[in-house]
């Protein structure tokens, strides 16, 4: 893997061919594997590994970046002369900022979690086969078929630039997903973590699995509204879609559904949520794309939005707009996307409060509390249909449950959904624990189970 001593001298290497005023580097690095099985056998075994060099140079007020995987003398001598080519015909840009020094980028210590296992780094071919060995075991034993992935990967980041900014990052992740399909249903589970002794497979398999077999034969019920118990896969997968909203570029070019918003009651008192990078259960680097270090921002508290993140650029922005008195707390927060880019910034370790000490709820006891819902593990297929009151549409899937009398009582065919993020987090009745969760639609995120009142179905699907 790639080490801060060689990226180091790759940087060293850059600066000698670069005339710009000042360069920057992001450099990555690293290997991963995946095995991936279908109908009961593994079917492919890929690995890869590479170091991309991407280069950022700056004339004042113009910038651009070039990339290459190559460190050859010649490469970085072509990759910065491209760079350098690029700048020269770009306009000025007066939000441009010059690079942060170490005073600016650092804010203080700071108490990172290791992310970084040998055990995950070390995974071989034959260990994932014998994990994906055990959970075909199970599909057989269960009379099913199963599908999915087991991967390992260890990577590196950094980030230096000329006026002395110099951060590093290392990191290892292990990741199951498993689908286990019978005749007329399915069921699906998926986790990953730093530590591959923290994926159980052989658990997942056994959930996926009981999920298919109770969910045979699934009932028909008609749309409308319901009380749905999500589990945490099916939450992240659907507030995912509000997040990248919480941006101070997003507010200044009016396309945040936060605007006119922030500070005023907008969802229940009982929706906490932060960005913290340095969560236990997060992963993750601890620096943006400029070199800042992030900061924990609470950008949601009892219901009211109190904060958004910034870059540089957008929090110099925002401080001079009109907005300033209405935006919160406004101060660069070390979550900016690499330069230049379209996008400004966006939280990426997002952790919400689970519930209350005493009051958090197991899917269990959410499911014994209710009279008549429908339990879902997870959504797909999700789509924004009204981006200001934050409407989407999806479908859900493998594992839908009838839940009468306090029981889970049958399955029932997968629903199409129309419903609206800000309605949905006013209406959750109980939250359980915030544990690191994964879906398929966004990234992954600390959430709790949420159980919600009235949640818009409004089609049946024919599955």
Not at 141 to 150: F, N, P, Q, R, S
Not at 153 to 161: K, T
Request: hydrophobic content about 40%; overall charge negative; some cysteine.
């Amino acid at each position: 893997m790639l080490r801060r001593e060689q990226a180091g001298d790759v940087f060293d290497q850059l600066r000698k061919y670069a005339s710009a005023d000042e360069v920057e580097l992001l450099i990555a690095g690293g290997s991963s594997a995946l095995t991936r099985f279908a109908n009961n056998t593994i079917h492919q075994n890929v690995s890869e590994e590479n170091t991309q060099i991407s280069v950022r140079v700056s004339f004042g007020g113009r910038t651009a970046r070039a990339t290459t995987n190559k460190s050859d003398e010649e490469s970085l001598r072509r990759v910065v002369q491209s760079a350098e080519a690029l700048a020269r015909v770009q306009q000025d840009d007066a939000d441009l900022l010059p690079m942060p020094t170490p005073g600016e980028a650092t804010s203080g210590e700071v108490v990172a979690p290791a992310r970084y296992c040998d055990n995950t780094a070390q995974l071989t071919p034959q260990e994932r086969a014998a994990a994906v060995g055990q959970m075909v075991e199970i599909a057989k034993k269960h009379g099913l078929t199963t599908a999915g992935i087991v991967s390992s990967s260890e990577m590196a980041e950094g980030i230096f630039n000329t006026r002395g900014v110099a951060h590093w990052y290392e990191q290892t992740l292990a990741e199951v997903s498993i689908t286990m399909l019978a005749e007329t249903s399915s069921g699906w589970q998926k986790a990953n973590s730093p530590d591959a002794r923290q994926v159980d497979h052989a658990r997942l398999a056994e959930v996926a699995a009981g999920k298919a077999i109770e969910s045979a034969n699934p009932m028909e019920l008609p749309p409308g509204k319901y009380t749905v118990i999500l589990e945490p896969a099916a939450v992240l997968d659907a507030v995912g879609f509000m997040f990248w909203d919480f941006g101070g570029s997003a507010l200044l070019e009016q396309r945040s559904f936060l605007n006119g918003r922030i500070g005023k009651p907008l969802f229940g008192e009982n929706i906490t949520v932060w960005d913290d990078a340095y969560h236990p259960a997060q992963t993750g680097a601890f620096f943006d794309g400029e070199g800042m270090q992030r900061q924990r921002v609470q950008l949601i508290e009892q219901g009211r939005v109190r904060a958004v993140t910034y870059a540089r650029s957008s929090a110099r922005r925002m401080a001079a707009s009109e907005m300033a008195s209405n935006a919160g707390p406004v101060t660069a927060t070390g979550h900016g996307f690499a330069l230049p880019n379209e996008i400004g910034e966006a939280p990426l370790n997002i952790v919400f409060a689970g519930g209350k000490a005493g009051e958090a709820q197991s899917l269990d006891e959410m499911i014994a509390a209710t009279d008549r819902g429908i339990l879902v593990t997870r959504l797909w297929y999700i789509r924004e249909v009204d981006p200001y009151e934050k409407i989407i549409t999806g479908m859900t899937r493998d594992g839908t449950f009838l839940v009468e009398n306090g029981k889970v009582q049958r399955g029932i065919r997968n629903f199409r959904f129309n419903e609206s993020l800000i309605h949905m987090l006013q209406n959750v009745e109980a939250l359980g624990e915030a544990v690191r969760a994964s879906g398929e639609e966004s990234m992954d995120m600390v959430v709790p189970a949420m159980k919600v009142r009235d949640f818009n179905f409004t089609e049946v699907t024919k599955f």
